[in-house]
């Protein structure tokens, strides 16, 4: 199984539900990431978890809050966000080590967020 | 700090016309890997391909090929008799091995129209 799934595809909430993405794979990858991408722009990274433990949070807004359950499973968990957090969120996962075969990260199909 | 350059934005070409996508990188690393993905309207990022700094070998696969030459940090994508399923942005990224996960720096990506 070569594949980052992503659920829900699309998302539709107002500022002041609460909702959850997540992201799940089976390649026994050890690092995986949160994305967040506007239109016509390129992927911006947002978290990274490794080995379960996050290693970066580049400066996101607290009510986006990440969780990593366990090793195969990633949750972004939504609360009060603004109309201009709508984007694409893209997971992706990579399996850490030397030489070429590592490194690569697999990207799952996305959730399309819109805030109303 | 790494650094990935697509000068062009937007490329239109007429279907079966050869068209070749730019892309400049720039790091102080001596192992690093570079990518070529490929997002259709749809969002999915699909991976095109890998190429790690010591394999300065030429690639091609089907209508794709790939030039690197660290010599002028380019890492260049053409395709040769372009079709209208080729039409999407087309990001060239970097990506360096960290302790326990990997980094990936994007360029702006370049759109890619193909008419018929």
């Known amino acids: 199984d070569t594949e980052v799934t992503q659920t829900p595809k699309h998302l539709v909430m107002g500022m002041t539900n609460k909702k959850s993405l997540k992201c799940e794979q089976h390649m026994g990858h050890r690092a995986m990431y949160w994305y967040k991408q506007k239109a016509k722009k390129p992927p911006e990274l947002m978290f990274v978890y490794s080995y379960e433990k996050l290693s970066i949070n580049e400066s996101v807004p607290s009510r986006f809050s990440p969780e990593c359950p366990n090793s195969s499973l990633l949750n972004l968990h939504l609360h009060a966000l603004q109309p201009e957090d709508s984007a694409l969120y893209l997971c992706a996962s990579s399996q850490p080590g030397q030489g070429a075969s590592y490194n690569e990260q697999f990207f799952g199909p996305g959730t399309r967020l819109t805030v109303l | 700090a790494q650094k990935v350059t697509q000068a062009q934005t937007e490329i239109s070409v007429v279907e079966k016309e050869d068209v070749t996508l730019d892309c400049v990188y720039e790091t102080r690393d001596t192992t690093y890997y570079l990518f070529w993905y490929k997002q259709p309207p749809s969002g999915e990022l699909v991976f095109l391909i890998r190429r790690n700094s010591f394999d300065e070998q030429n690639e091609i696969s089907g209508r794709y090929s790939w030039n690197f030459q660290k010599s002028t940090s380019s890492f260049n994508f053409t395709i040769t008799a372009s079709q209208v399923v080729d039409s999407a942005v087309y990001f060239c990224?970097?990506?360096?091995?960290?302790?326990?996960?990997?980094?990936?720096?994007f360029g702006k990506g370049t759109m890619l129209l193909v008419s018929p």
């Open positions: 990224a970097l990506s360096e091995a960290r302790a326990g996960y990997s980094t990936l720096t």
